[in-house]
């Protein structure tokens, strides 16, 4: 059996940007191992329900691989400023000048980029293996239909259940928030104007990110972080009351800000969780939810997949030459890397959200005052716009 330099298990986003990665750095016998995405056909008013904020660093990886421009122009919205609020006086407004940036961050249906990374991948005549991983040891993979893989390094890019981590003895801890993410599209009476806006509440964070107007009117892409007992009754319901209970709860979580809310996508809804892993095990790496996973109320997870990716080819491919791809040296290398800010984000997101959840005497002003002060604070405030554009991690 050949021996392949690489095999990226997993063909979502983040193992489709990695395999596009080492392909492009020269790697020929890179080999993608995983089901390709189920794209839906939409007319042009129609819009994937799992849409991204993508922020500066993920848009410059993604320009550096050669897709970013294959991207349809109007179906990417730039983002110029944030508006974050508390559950009282509290609010935050971040807008990209504050960086001397035009933009804060795009919003992008996942299908769109699964789809331009996929015509990548066929340009650069990566060897896709449309199989999944079955079993795993020593280096040998093998897949549903039977076939062995070889390869000097593997990466788990198999999201959160990876089966590549599991027969690799690779640990993942899992904190379940007992919380959903909720989403769907909704047409909103007055136009967002390139804001994305957030609502921190003790009952839960409604995040509402600008999409493009259609004929039905302006629209925005719901992300509502609420508990499972309210969650699951609000998705087992009819379309028609989902309707009505949003357009009441949301509009008056949202206090107006963009006029009457009216869903016209059906919902859905995903586990909440915040996990960590060990990143590595023998000539196992691994990227995006396979490693990690946080709260969504940075919509950061993507965002940290793709740097994982990004910092993975890089390391593998500028190594040493005495150093095999794979090596302990290099995946200990690359964990050192992604270190500080997968601890970062963890604890930001987590803070947060912990912050909003509790039900103390005196919280509620806490925060609130917490999130005002911040606002204004100059430099206090550009360090979080930086943060948000993630400017000092660029590509
Ligand atoms: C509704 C929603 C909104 C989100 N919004 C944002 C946002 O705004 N910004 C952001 O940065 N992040 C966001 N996230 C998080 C983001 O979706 C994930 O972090 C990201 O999809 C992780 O990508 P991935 O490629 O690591 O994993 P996945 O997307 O889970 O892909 C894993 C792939 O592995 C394949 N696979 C599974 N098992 C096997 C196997 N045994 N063999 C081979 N292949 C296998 C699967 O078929 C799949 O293609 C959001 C998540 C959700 C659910």
Known sequence: MKTQSVVVCGAGIVGMALALDFARRGVRDVVLLGPPPRVAELGPDDYHLRVYAISAASQAYLQTLGVWALL???????????????DAFGAIYLRAWQAAQNDLTWIVESAQIEHVLAQALR???????????????????????GQSLKASLWVAADGTESTLRARSGIRFDVRDYDSMGVVGHLTCERPHQGVAFQWFQDKG???????????????????????KELARPLLDMPIESQQNMLAERLGKLSRGRLGKLR?????RGFDLLLAQSDMIGQRVALVGDAAHRVHPLAGQGLNLGLADARDL???????EPFLAMGDQTLLRRYRRARAQELLEMRLVTDGLKRLFDLDLPGAVWVRNAGMSLL??????KRVLVEAATRLSRQA
């Not at 060897?127 to 897949?143: K, M, N, S």
């Not at 080819?313 to 190594?319: D, F, H, T």
């Not at 606002?375 to 206090?380: E, F, S, V, Y």
């Open 375 to 380: 606002d204004r604070l100059p430099p206090a």
């Open 123 to 145: 340009v650069y005549g990566v060897q896709w293996i449309q199989d999944t991983l079955t079993d795993f040891r020593e280096e040998t993979g093998v897949t549903a239909s």
């Open 205 to 227: 964070i409604l995040a509402l990110l600008p999409l493009p107007d259609t004929s039905r009117g302006h629209q925005v892409s719901m992300v509502w972080s609420i508990r």
């Open 263 to 267: 869903l016209h996508t059906p919902i």
């Open 72 to 86: 349809p122009e109007n179906r990417v919205t730039r983002v110029q400023a944030m508006e974050v609020r508390g």
């Open 313 to 319: 080819a890089r390391i593998m491919v500028e190594r």
